[in-house]
Structure formats: structure tokens, C-alpha cells
């Protein structure tokens, strides 16, 4: 049962274009989502976040949206470079403070 | 640089055998995450710990896995007895008080033949 779910396993994007990454949650007590990035042979690393009170938040090239009735969330970024090229993980938290981590993205932006 | 560390980075080993990782939190870091990743299932919580306590082990197979801080500086996960479908990539990660915000270590490749 996943309750976060990240359903394109990949993603291909010409260099500076935008990179749009989905994410769907089924859970309605989840109220911070955040984005963690993965490159090869390292940890994840926090990207952004957004709270449920929320529906938008920025920090340079990246952007979360987040759409509650929907439950659903995206980020975007642009404009998309190579460096950018990773696994992206969306995850999403509720009152117990754990993450739930979707099953990961892998973005591969062509130079 | 503050940074999770994790030791090993790979470890083979044979059916069987026990299985120990190690990680060392970032100083300060009172709460320490330990996952799982695998093709199929991503990211799982196995079990996380605050000011050294079990908070929760639910996603960890019980009957051979075991998860300790002994103490503030050391979180361990071990596996006895170990087996093929336990190979996979665990990650630490730790964290101050819970805060979603946690910081990955570079993850154990853990192979069991």
C-alpha cells in the first residue's frame, strides 16, 4: 500500500527546458512534502519542502506546488541543466513525523 | 562540513553470516532514520531512534534484524542471520528533534550471496 507514489520512473528534459516531476499522496493527514535529490553512490539531500498551508513555494530554479484536493504535488525546475540530472524522491510527512518516501524519479537532462 | 558517516560503504558477504552497519550522526542530531532502498519498494523506514530511544522499528523484520544506539555518536542495524533478499542499500539519516530536514549518510551496499 503506497501512499506515496511517484509514477513516471523517468524523466528526459533538454537542457534548459523545464523538468516537471509529479508525485501523488492518498494519505489526507500528510501535511509537509518535501523533495529530496539522489545522485549515484551518495544519500539523498533535501531539495525543498512546502507545507500543507501551502500551495506554492520557490527557492531559485526549483518550485514545489502543492494541490490538496487533489493530492497531489510537482516540482519544477527550471531552467533544467545537466548537473540536475538525478533521482528526485518526493516524500511527505504527518503527525508522527516520519517520512514516507515515494519510489523515485530518475531526471535526465540532455545536454 | 557536518556529515552522517556510514561504515562500511559495500559489504558481500554469504548467506548466513551477520551483518553489522554503522553510523555516526551528526553532532547535535538527536533523532537517527535507518532505510532501506531497493528497486522495488524505494525508500523504506526500517526504524528511527530519538535521544537514543526506539521510537519505532515497525518496518524492520524482527526476527533478524536489531537496531541499538549505543550511544549519541553510534547507531547500528545489524542482520542475524542474513539473507539474499536482504541485499539492498541502507541509508542512515539523521536529524535534530524529528525535524523533516534529515540528512542522508552515503549509504551501506549490502550484498548477501
Known amino acids: 500500500d503506497q501512499q506515496v507514489k511517484q509514477n513516471s520512473p523517468s524523466l528526459s528534459v533538454q537542457e534548459g527546458r523545464i523538468s516537471i516531476l509529479n508525485c501523488d499522496y492518498t494519505n489526507s493527514m500528510f501535511d509537509y512534502f518535501l523533495w529530496y535529490k539522489k545522485y549515484p553512490a551518495e544519500g539523498p539531500t533535501f531539495l525543498i519542502s512546502?507545507?500543507?498551508?501551502?500551495d506554492k513555494n520557490e527557492d531559485g530554479r526549483f518550485t514545489v506546488f502543492l494541490n490538496k484536493s487533489a493530492k497531489h504535488l510537482s516540482l519544477h525546475i527550471v531552467p533544467s541543466q545537466p548537473g540536475d540530472s538525478a533521482v528526485y524522491f518526493c516524500a511527505a510527512s504527518g503527525s508522527a513525523r516520519q517520512l514516507t518516501f515515494g519510489s523515485g524519479t530518475q531526471l535526465t537532462v540532455l545536454p | 562540513d557536518a556529515r552522517v558517516t556510514q561504515t562500511p560503504r559495500h559489504k558481500v558477504t554469504e548467506m548466513g553470516q551477520e551483518v553489522t552497519m554503522r553510523c555516526q550522526p551528526i553532532?547535535?542530531?538527536?533523532?537517527v532514520f535507518w532505510y532501506r532502498q531497493t528497486m522495488m519498494q524505494g525508500l523504506e523506514l526500517l526504524a528511527y531512534f530519538r535521544n537514543r530511544a526506539p521510537l519505532d522499528d515497525s518496518g524492520m523484520p524482527k526476527d533478524r534484524f536489531s537496531a541499538e544506539m549505543p550511544d549519541a555518536t553510534l547507531a547500528t542495524l545489524k542482520i542475524q542471520p542474513s539473507e539474499p533478499r536482504d541485499s539492498a542499500v541502507y541509508f542512515c539519516a539523521t536529524a535534530w528533534d524529528s525535524l523533516e530536514t534529515q540528512y542522508f549518510g552515503p549509504g551501506t551496499r549490502l550484498l548477501v550471496l
Open positions: 512546502i507545507s500543507s498551508i501551502k
Open positions: 553532532l547535535g542530531h538527536n533523532t
